[in-house]
């Protein structure tokens, strides 16, 4: 991506190919009358979904997606072979091909440089490898288990790219991107990432009755006596009456386990997405569906005949107008077309990489070097 039209035409299809800024349905009168009511709903269940490529949020969260891409192995520019470009919309690929998307890559999946303002993305990664870099000139690599949390702020560049760093393997990936919101008064804080390392997100594992296991990986907030890693200082999730939780849920065959409560008027979302069936309390729900739950009811899980895997949102609701256009996310419309005055200007601190699909030297292992200098360093 190497010209001002390049870029414009890539914020252009970041922009959910709306072509307006557009107001997101949860504001907060509707956020008020659902707590209002909530107290004479007897089920836990509010409402069942099929997932799509993009599942929907609730207040505070903005959007999720599930990426699962079966990537062949890797050539000399840690990209696929030049077989597998054949038939695709290069720059533009979502549609799966051979078994993955290219996404906005053309010679390494993923994607180039791209700017942000006024919430945070939350990329959790469970197979593969992603190499981040940005406009404040902080770089990384990191997956396996690791999450990325990047509270864009006031605004910022950052690329997202998927080596294929096996050359004699096929580079399987598998990975859900979150955004959180940010309230009105924090949406202009400097912007800040923060890595949560697979060695340090707790794993909680469940017995039930028959000795059935339920496994519970903690990216933010509290199970029980157990607490995730601290989240960016300036995320919605920092305050704990907040009641920001998210965690992936591994289900062997037959296992039960209960979702502990949360407040009256906290949203909670759970999306089965990988198994056969799942009962909810008494009703059995197909895989690749969103549940949305009262959250200060007890609910019982129990998984089907195949290993069930459950990613769970929940939070209080922010409850403020919300107004997007693609990578922006502000309250104004107003405060939208300042969004991209500001890009227009400054770039948000401009691009300090070779090129907007920057990848690392196949030989890094995990790491974080972050804005400041301070470098972390693991090992694969």
């Known amino acids: 991506m190497s010209s001002k039209q390049d870029r414009r035409t890539f914020i252009e299809r970041l922009s959910l190919a709306s072509g307006a800024i557009f107001a997101l349905p949860w504001l907060t009168a509707a956020s008020k009358s659902n707590e209002s009511t909530d107290k004479n709903v007897i089920h836990p269940i509010k409402q069942i979904k099929p997932l799509g490529f993009q599942w929907e949020t609730q207040d505070p969260f903005l959007f999720c997606v599930h990426h699962e891409d079966f990537f062949p192995r890797g050539n000399e520019q840690m990209g696929p072979a030049e077989s597998h470009f054949t038939g695709r919309h290069m720059g533009d690929d979502f549609i799966i091909k051979d078994g993955f998307r290219m996404y906005h890559g053309k010679t390494v999946p993923g994607f180039p440089g791209h700017p942000h303002r006024g919430f945070e993305t939350i990329t959790v990664v469970r197979k593969g490898m992603v ?43 598998e990975l859900f991107q979150v955004w959180l919101n940010l309230p009105k008064k924090d949406k202009m ?88 069936t799942l009962k909810v309390v008494d009703q059995t729900i197909s895989s690749y569906s969103g549940i949305e739950l009262l959250a200060d009811q007890e609910v019982t899980l129990t998984c089907g005949e195949k290993p069930a895997s459950i990613f769970v949102l929940q939070g209080k609701p922010i409850g403020e107008q919300v107004m997007q256009y693609g990578p922006f996310v502000m309250n104004t419309k107003e405060e939208i077309n300042q969004a991209f005055q500001d890009y227009h200007d400054s770039q948000f601190g401009g691009w300090p990489w070779p090129s907007y699909d920057h990848v690392h030297d196949r030989s890094r292992t995990r790491f974080a070097k972050h804005a400041d200098g301070t470098e972390e360093i693991k090992s694969n």
């Open 189 to 276: 804080v400097e912007p800040h990432f923060k890595m949560l390392w697979k060695e340090a997100i707790p794993n909680i594992v469940l017995k039930d009755e028959s000795d059935k296991t339920s496994t519970i990986e903690l990216i933010a907030g509290n199970w029980g006596e157990s607490t995730a890693t601290n989240p960016p200082p300036n995320s919605w999730a920092a305050a704990s009456d907040n009641e920001v939780l998210i965690v992936n849920i591994k289900m062997e065959p037959g296992a039960t386990m209960n979702l502990p409560k949360a407040s009256a008027g906290v949203n909670r979302t759970i999306y089965f997405y990988e198994g056969d």
């Open 131 to 173: 190499d981040h870099s940005d406009s404040l000139g902080a770089a990384g690599r990191y997956g396996d288990g690791d999450v990325q949390w990047m509270t864009a702020g006031k605004g910022v560049q950052h690329a997202e790219m998927f080596p294929l760093l096996s050359q004699e393997e096929e580079n399987p990936m």
